[in-house]
């Protein structure tokens, strides 16, 4: 690595990293390459890049030929794809930051093709949603490469800590901790879109917060909706993955293979949150929900 900070390359520039950018500001950002599929002028990651002042190229090999870090930051489903299609042009050494949501068995998959390219694997987890924490967002490594990559991170203000050593045990932990988070957001919209529907949403409300007054039941009822509205597709790409995860570890998976079809069901409708209003975000969904 040259000059005051690693030269730094996307493969997907999403809101996460987005939000990376931004929090960098012109000082890291500008000149950063990134590369995603999505390419043509009209799509996101043409206006992300123009907002953030990132270069965005038109292929991998300009992208990654001079990078010292790379951010993978794809969707689940093509995490493996997007290490097999960039390996041969990483230099080597260089960082692969696998920010995907993907079971620990992708992870090593990747970890495999990127090693035997060259490139330094680091199993990444993103823990929190990046808004509005943008490059402070709290980040887990994990793999042979993780604590030389915890020092470069920290080098660039993020906020990561080193989970351990081995690829995935990052992973392991986000996965294991989605079916948590995300079947919760599915249990609120099974439970209380059922609960408008059947005109009850009011009496069932108030049994909630009886057995579990610390939590503000509807203002919890509309974040949850709105994360499955906004992002109901990614969290259903992670879900599929929480679901090899357990597979892999020889459990059932009923709840996250059920969870990821409520979160696609609703990603599917592509309907914009509103207001942070539970009625109403029931209510444009249940407008447009078929069995």
């Not at 093509?78 to 930051?97: C, H, I, N, P, T």
Request: charged share 25%; with cysteine; hydrophobic share 45%.
């Amino acid at each position: 690595m040259s000059g005051r900070h690693p030269k730094i390359a996307f493969i997907g520039f999403g809101e996460a990293a987005e939000a990376f950018a931004k929090g960098w500001g012109p000082e890291i950002s500008s000149g950063i390459r990134a590369f995603d599929e999505i390419s043509d002028t009209a799509g996101k990651p043409a206006a992300r890049a123009e907002a953030t002042g990132i270069v965005l190229e038109g292929d991998r090999a300009s992208t990654l030929s001079d990078a010292d870090v790379v951010f993978c930051l794809v969707t689940a489903d093509r995490a493996v794809m997007a290490a097999e299609q960039a390996a041969s042009y990483l230099k080597a050494g260089a960082f692969w930051l696998d920010g995907n949501s993907c079971s620990p068995g992708a992870k090593r998959r990747s970890a495999d093709i990127i090693g035997s390219a060259g490139g330094r694997y680091v199993d990444v987890a993103i823990m929190a949603p990046v808004y509005p924490k943008l490059h402070r967002t709290p980040l887990l490594l994990a793999g042979p490469h993780a604590d030389p990559a915890f020092a470069v991170l920290t080098g660039l203000g993020m906020e990561a800590s080193v989970s351990g050593p081995e690829v995935g045990e990052a992973s392991s932990i986000k996965m294991i901790r989605s079916v948590m988070i995300k079947g919760m957001e599915a249990l609120t919209a099974e439970c209380l879109l059922a609960a408008r529907r059947a005109g009850i949403e009011e009496r069932v409300l108030a049994s909630l917060q009886s057995s579990n007054p610390n939590i503000d039941w509807p203002r919890q009822a509309a974040y949850n909706l709105e994360r499955m509205m906004v992002h109901g597709r990614r969290r259903a790409a992670e879900m599929r993955e929480v679901a090899i995860t357990l597979s892999e570890l020889g459990l059932p998976n009923g709840l996250a293979s059920a969870t990821a079809d409520w979160q696609q069901r609703i990603g599917d409708l592509v309907l914009p949150a509103g207001d942070e209003n539970y009625p109403e975000r029931a209510d444009a969904i249940l407008a447009r929900l078929k069995d």
